[in-house]
């Protein structure tokens, strides 16, 4: 089974952004900064990043994406994701009330938030970082280039047995 979710989930450029949407244009924004992405990626503990990038130190940023206020409301798993990066934003699309954001219940002294088309992305607020310790940053690192390779694998060799 390949590992990979949808490119865009519109066609229409009226249309309301989608996750995946954002995610395409967090991931070019992160890119312009020389962090690597993968969607998708399962943590321990039974979670999952939206997004997952590493710069070229080596650094771990989660970005999560919320396309809908209930969802961003009622999400209680998130804090989970802190210790699996050195960074963590949130990720809305353009015109989004991104306000929720800014009480204590989401951290805004430790996550940072991104603002998203699907073309492009801004940092609107800076995520403060937290360094991993080097065992978790390993495993992360480690899990995150045997994930991308196995993508690469699917995309070239899709009947590859993975």
């Known amino acids: 089974m390949l590992d990979?979710?949808?490119?865009?989930?519109?066609?229409?450029?009226l249309s309301p952004l989608c996750a995946a949407d954002v995610a395409r244009g967090v991931t070019r924004m992160l890119l312009r900064h020389d962090l690597i992405t993968i969607p998708e990626v399962p943590l321990e503990g039974g979670r999952r990043a939206d997004l997952?990038?590493?710069?070229?130190?080596g650094n771990v940023v989660v970005v999560e994406i919320k396309v809908s206020?209930?969802?961003?409301?009622?999400?209680?798993?998130?804090p989970d994701y802190l210790a699996h990066?050195?960074?963590f934003y949130w990720a809305v699309p353009a015109g989004f009330d991104w306000s929720p954001l800014e009480s204590a219940a989401f951290l805004p002294?430790?996550?940072?938030?991104?603002?998203?088309?699907?073309y492009d992305?801004?940092?609107?607020?800076?995520?403060?970082?937290v360094a991993l310790p080097a065992h978790v940053r390993k495993k992360a690192t480690l899990n995150f280039a045997r994930r991308a390779g196995r993508r690469m694998i699917g995309l070239t060799d899709p009947d590859a047995a993975m």
């Not at 997952?52 to 130190?57: C, H, K, N, Q, T």
Request: hydrophobic share 40%; charged share 35%; aromatic share 2%.
């Open 85 to 87: 990066c050195d960074r």
């Open 52 to 57: 997952m990038a590493l710069d070229a130190r």
């Open 121 to 129: 992305a801004a940092i609107v607020r800076e995520a403060h970082s």
């Open 109 to 118: 002294e430790r996550t940072g938030i991104i603002v998203a088309d699907r």
């Open 4 to 13: 990979m979710p949808p490119a865009s989930c519109v066609d229409d450029p």
């Open 69 to 78: 206020r209930a969802d961003m409301l009622g999400d209680g798993k998130w």
